[in-house]
C-alpha cells in the first residue's frame, strides 16, 4: 500500500488459503493442538538484531517502554517461514 491505497490487485483467495497451508505444514505438532497448545516465540534474525540496533542508536530508549523488548539472545529459535508475507 502506499498512500493508503493498493499497489496492486489483491491476491485471489485460493493463492492466500494455498499460503495458509504451506505456512500450517511448518509448525511443529505441539503448537497444533486445539487444548493447550505451545506457543511459538518469533525468532530474532541477524538482520533485525541489525536493524533494531541501528533504530535504537538512531532514536534512542525514548520509542521502547521499560521492559518491554525481548532481546535476541532470549527467543526461542524455531523459524517459522511467513510466506504471506514474502511472496
Known sequence: MRGGRRTRSPDHWRDARERFREDLETLPGPA??????????PVWSEALARLTASVRACFGTR???AGRVTPPDTAVSH???????TR
Open 32 to 41: 497444533l493442538r486445539f487444548e493447550d497448545p505451545e506457543p511459538l516465540l
Open 63 to 65: 520509542l521502547r517502554p
Open 79 to 85: 523459524p517459522v517461514p511467513l510466506s504471506a508475507h
